[in-house]
């Protein structure tokens, strides 16, 4: 279901035809011609997932269980174009400026098409979660696609940096199941299934986190790693597990890494596994948490931030909706 409060009207997907059919519909309610819907009866053939009205293009963008992206004219009700996606969509966002589309998935990618009038051309694919896309999150101003997935872990992509940067956010125990953006403030919200709602500043300079490093020993302590058998001959030495620092990506033995670290700015909140000499290397400053951790006390699937009051919208799979006030933490 999607509302714009500037044009008073709304658009939500069905499951049925109105006439008991197995095809899904949308309709398009608009406040000022006193609720008079205008059907789409045939614009999937099963449920439809997503559902976004563009008021300044009079399109309702939808997808479908049927793995099918759409678009429509709100007006009219038909359809201008459609793609197959890989997997079913559960994310969906628009740039109206480029006209680029984002349609998050449920195999873990995220495909951006650019759409015209009445046909569209693939521009790109990311692929970065290790799960399926579970939500997505633009924000126009600074060209940055937020995606968080059931892989507990939320990327940014940078599009308008132009270098291709990732950065990875690691503040969830649990899926995280719905994103939104406080564009004034440069703060995301991101919601999981564990109940945590995370605030993070996405104002400071972040890094991306290492490639892990190949290596047959430890890259500190040059120990062999359990499977170098001519080296564990050689040296008489026991082999041992390869582990990797979150930090510099060395490969290293678990002797080498024994500390534990959180490294806020590469994303990481909860302390993981870094090397001696990084754990030696990270500041007190660096540690400084960029994130808020809030309990919402409800497994959150849908998310709204209305910026003018600071007001926060969870609704849970409890059938509980709560209002927050996020004025303490979201300024
Ligand atoms: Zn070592
Ligand atoms: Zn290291």
């Known amino acids: ?45 099963s449920r439809v997932t997503m559902i976004l009205f563009v008021l300044e293009l009079e399109w309702v963008l939808s997808t479908g269980q049927d793995k099918q992206f759409a678009w429509h004219c709100s007006e009219s009700g038909q359809r201008l174009g459609g793609y197959r996606t890989s997997a079913v969509a559960s994310g969906l966002q628009f740039d109206v400026e480029t006209r680029h589309v984002f349609i998050g998935d449920h195999s873990g990618q995220v495909t951006i098409l650019k759409l015209e009038q009445e046909n569209c051309t693939l521009v790109t694919t990311f692929r970065g979660h290790s799960g399926g896309v579970t939500a997505l ?37 649990d899926r995280v199941q719905a994103l939104s953006y406080a564009q004034h403030t440069r703060q995301l919200i991101s919601c999981g299934g564990d109940g945590g709602i995370v605030v993070w500043n996405m104002d400071v300079e972040r890094q991306e986190t290492p490639e892990w490093l190949d290596s047959d020993s430890c890259q500190k302590c040059d120990q062999p790693f359990f499977w170098n058998f001519k080296q564990m ?99």
Request: charge should be positive.
């Open 1 to 45: 279901m999607t509302f714009s409060p500037s044009s008073r009207s709304m658009s939500e997907g069905g499951g049925l035809c109105p006439g008991g059919g197995v095809g899904a519909f949308w309709q398009a309610w608009d406040w000022h011609k006193k609720l008079t819907p205008s059907p789409n009866e045939n614009a999937h053939q």
């Open 137 to 173: 999150c633009w924000d126009p101003v600074q060209r940055v696609l937020f995606s968080g997935s059931s892989d507990h872990s939320v990327i940014m992509w940078d599009i308008g940096g132009r270098k291709g940067t990732a950065i990875e956010l690691q503040g969830h125990n």
């Open 233 to 331: 001959w050689d040296s008489k030495k026991i082999g041992l597990r390869q582990h990797h620092c979150r930090k510099c990506g060395k490969a290293v033995c678990g002797k080498c890494s024994s500390k534990r670290s959180s490294i806020p700015l590469m994303g990481f909140e909860f302390e993981v596994r870094v090397c001696d000499s990084c754990h030696e290397a990270i500041t007190d400053e660096e540690r400084a948490p960029t994130a808020t951790f809030h309990d919402s006390k409800h497994n959150i699937v849908h998310v709204h931030f209305d910026a003018t009051r600071g007001w926060l919208l969870t609704s849970g799979t409890d059938k509980v909706i709560k209002l927050w006030d996020m004025t303490p933490v979201v300024s």
